[in-house]
């Protein structure tokens, strides 16, 4: 069912799930998002990684980008309509991002009663505490390697911003 354009929608969470459900019917994963400032969608993603192979192509990501295409770059009096609770990934890009708040539809305990979308490294269940995690203990193995000069990138950006 999708949702006649010529009247603004007024439950956001309801079509952020019925964009979800679209997606679904489209061989894609359960998620949208929506970016809303001043009761009107300014920008609407999907989930597009089973249609793309891309693993950071989630719907907030999606839609983050989008608005920066449209030259959004801060999220600052903007809303964030999603399907589920933001995986990890999304929730960083989120903060990035800085909206005034997020509105879920589902919680991470009601999607996983359903759906999991977990891999080798983590489930829903556990991606949350990785983070927490000291570097070392993390599944997902990350080591420091040797460079001779490893903060150079940073004095550099750091002298060329410099007051």
């Known amino acids: 069912m999708h949702h006649d354009e010529s009247t603004p929608p007024t439950d956001f969470t309801a079509l952020a799930v019925s964009r979800a459900l679209d ?13 809303v400032r001043d009761g009107e ?29 449209q030259g959004i770059t801060d999220l600052g009096g903007y809303e964030v309509v999603v399907t589920a609770y933001p995986c990890p990934m ?15 539809a589902a919680s991470r305990e009601q999607e996983g009663e359903h759906y999991e979308d977990g891999n080798r490294l983590m489930t829903l269940a556990t991606f949350y505490d990785e ?11 990350a080591e420091q390697g040797s460079v001779e000069d ?9 002298a060329r911003h410099a007051d």
């Open 23 to 35: 997606n679904v019917a489209d061989g894609g994963k359960p998620f949208a998002c929506l970016i």
């Open 41 to 69: 969608v300014v920008v609407e993603a999907v989930n597009h990684v089973a249609q793309t192979g891309d693993p950071t192509a989630h719907a907030e990501i999606r839609a983050i980008r989008a608005a920066a295409e």
């Open 90 to 104: 999304c929730l960083g890009a989120l903060y990035y991002a800085q909206p005034d708040r997020v509105v879920y």
């Open 131 to 141: 983070y927490a995690k000291p570097v070392e203990e993390r599944a997902l193995r």
């Open 150 to 158: 490893p903060t150079a990138p940073f004095r550099a950006w750091s």
